[in-house]
């Protein structure tokens, strides 16, 4: 079955950067794009951009723009999410997810979640 | 972006009664509206695609309705395992986004 693997719980200082990591199984990983969202404490979901596994192309929210970088590795299935300059507003749990069929934007397959703590 | 207004923000029933939960989109987004659940600490679960599609394995006392720029979620028969938040999501645009949320709690 279809499994999103996130990397564990990030603390980092204001200013910081810090890569989430999203490891996918169950399927042809280049076949689905993945995108990245994010969820504030007791907040709404909010989506941060998605990436193209089989190329390099990638698209990001304005508000991300220039603060965020997604990647891909073919060899491991693993997609990142690489977020800078650090503010405490960015203090979310991160979630990469999978759509639920083709370039669809519905999204049937989650990751577990990374919470991003940013405090001095 | 296009902005999704979803009503009420919380609301209190009782097991088995019917629950409906409102989306309005900013500007018309056809039926590129999905529904999803979500339970604390957990990732959302996709209830409903395409405004009225039921996702797989997800129980028939869900629906979904409504098209243009105002959506419904339906659960019927309310079950122990629906108290949670609701979000809808806008597909329409790549930029996709969420309502704020409604939580569904126990009277």
């Known amino acids: 079955q279809v499994q999103l693997v996130q990397s564990g719980t990030e603390v980092k200082k204001p200013g910081a950067s810090v890569k989430v990591s999203c490891e996918a199984t169950g399927y042809t990983f280049t076949s689905s794009h993945i995108h990245w969202l994010r969820q504030a404490p007791g907040q709404g979901l909010e989506w941060m951009g998605i990436?193209?596994?089989?190329?390099?192309?990638?698209s990001y929210a304005q508000k991300f723009q220039g603060r965020v970088t997604m990647t891909r590795d073919t060899s491991t299935s693993t997609v990142y999410m690489e977020l800078s300059s650090l503010r405490s507003e960015d203090t979310a749990v991160y979630y990469c997810a999978r759509p639920r069929v083709g370039d669809t934007r519905d999204f049937e397959n989650w990751g577990q979640g990374t919470l991003v703590t940013v405090s001095s | 972006d296009i902005q999704m207004t979803q009503s009420p923000s919380s609301l209190s029933a009782s097991v088995g009664d019917r629950v409906t939960i409102t989306c309005r989109a900013s500007q018309s987004i056809s039926n590129y509206l999905n529904w999803y659940q979500q339970k604390s600490g957990k990732a959302p679960n996709l209830l409903i695609y395409a405004a009225s599609s039921l996702q797989s394995g997800v129980p028939s006392r869900f629906s979904g309705s409504g098209s243009g720029t105002d959506f419904t979620l339906t659960i019927t028969n309310l079950q122990p395992e629906d108290f949670a938040t609701y979000f809808c999501?806008?597909?329409?645009?790549?930029?996709?986004?969420f309502g704020g949320g409604t939580k569904v709690e126990i009277k």
């Open positions: 990436i193209n596994p089989s190329g390099v192309s990638t």
């Open positions: 999501q806008q597909s329409y645009d790549v930029a996709v986004t």
